[in-house]
């Protein structure tokens, strides 16, 4: 089996504390949690399902905190914040075998949970409900958690103009797609606006593909 190629960010510990951004991607960027009437995003029974796991969260895992967040059709971005306290909502934080894998876990167990309750309603079990991997990218500073803050919020009046909407991809709009992976899935794409809202622009955002 061919092994995956992950790309982060040499030498950083993904346990320390500080703030995170992450995008998780519907698979096939399928429009499965509701849809964007004006400039509003409403959910669907699976979109509700989406955003309550992602704000019960914290209560299973105490090293995680929750920012600003939105549930899009096919999509989740949202600002995390990693504490001291706790790893993988089951023991104290280690910081030598499981502490650089607390990001990657809090995101496994969210998706996997969501994943058995909207197979569950739909009947399709082993159906991918999600990408198998997401994005990330650390927040280095106040002023970049504030602009990263707004490009949430402000998510759904773009949808229009959004890389993740699947109408832009027909219309050949979609330009900073990445290649597909093994799997046939296109990775979220940072747009060249997003990459702006951070500081260091000259570095590339961390990406697992």
């Given at each position: 089996m061919r092994?995956?190629?992950?790309?982060?960010?040499?030498?950083?510990?993904?346990?320390?504390?500080?703030a995170y951004f992450v995008t998780v991607c519907v698979h096939n960027r399928e429009c499965l949690f509701g849809e964007i009437t004006g400039n509003d995003?409403?959910?669907?029974?699976?979109?509700?399902?989406?955003?309550?796991?992602?704000?019960?969260?914290?209560?299973?895992?105490?090293?995680?905190?929750l920012d600003e967040y939105i549930v899009m059709p096919n999509h989740i971005h949202g600002i995390v914040w990693i504490d001291s306290v706790g790893?993988?909502?089951r023991s104290p934080l280690h910081r030598t075998n499981m502490g650089s894998k607390t990001l990657s876990s809090?995101?496994?167990?969210?998706?996997?949970?969501?994943?058995?309750?909207i197979n569950g309603l739909r009947r399709l079990p082993g159906i991918p409900v999600w990408q198998r991997n997401y994005y990330e990218h650390i927040i280095r500073n106040d002023a970049e958690l504030n602009r990263i803050r707004q490009y949430i919020i402000e998510n759904?009046?773009?949808?229009?103009?959004?890389?993740?909407?699947?109408?832009?991809?027909?219309?050949?709009?979609?330009?900073?797609?990445?290649?597909?992976?093994?799997?046939?899935?296109?990775?979220?794409?940072?747009?060249?606006a997003f990459c702006a809202l951070c500081r260091d622009v000259k570095s590339k955002p961390e990406i697992w593909r």
């Amino acid at each position: 089996m061919r092994e995956r190629k992950i790309t982060r960010l040499k030498g950083y510990d993904y346990s320390h504390p500080g703030a995170y951004f992450v995008t998780v991607c519907v698979h096939n960027r399928e429009c499965l949690f509701g849809e964007i009437t004006g400039n509003d995003i409403r959910l669907n029974e699976y979109g509700m399902i989406a955003k309550d796991e992602w704000i019960k969260s914290p209560d299973i895992r105490k090293e995680i905190k929750l920012d600003e967040y939105i549930v899009m059709p096919n999509h989740i971005h949202g600002i995390v914040w990693i504490d001291s306290v706790g790893a993988n909502g089951r023991s104290p934080l280690h910081r030598t075998n499981m502490g650089s894998k607390t990001l990657s876990s809090f995101m496994a167990g969210y998706k996997s949970t969501v994943t058995k309750q909207i197979n569950g309603l739909r009947r399709l079990p082993g159906i991918p409900v999600w990408q198998r991997n997401y994005y990330e990218h650390i927040i280095r500073n106040d002023a970049e958690l504030n602009r990263i803050r707004q490009y949430i919020i402000e998510n759904p009046l773009k949808w229009n103009m959004d890389s993740e909407n699947p109408n832009n991809i027909i219309k050949g709009d979609y330009k900073n797609a990445k290649k597909k992976n093994s799997r046939g899935e296109r990775p979220f794409a940072p747009t060249q606006a997003f990459c702006a809202l951070c500081r260091d622009v000259k570095s590339k955002p961390e990406i697992w593909r």
